[in-house]
């Protein structure tokens, strides 16, 4: 449920920034960690506002298409461990971009 829409996503920066912070915090609950989703909720205006400038890049919308797309398969075949391989793996490509974009905005 929580990517069933997003292989449909407009390619708009607020969209994929809040459905970036649905499929997060839904994580979270599924986790049955009510910490981290007090603390990931807490930050639910800054994380859509970093969203929607990480992806205004179309580069960032494609990263997170393909993330999504790989999360799903990842699910409907319940492969814990590569689902979470694939997380580690994407957030840190997602660091690279972002560091990359800062540097090329500075």
Known sequence: ALLADSANLPDEATTFARQDWKLHIGLTRLARNPV?????????????????????????????RRF???????????????????????MEESLALHLKMQKENA
């Open 36 to 64: 981290f989703q007090l603390l990931y909720n807490g930050f639910h205006e800054l994380s859509i506002l970093m969203g929607e400038h990480y992806f205004a890049s179309p580069k960032g919308r494609q990263s997170s």
């Open 68 to 90: 999504y797309a790989a999360l799903l398969d990842c699910a409907q075949r319940g492969d814990a461990a590569a689902a979470e391989a694939l997380v580690r793996q994407v």
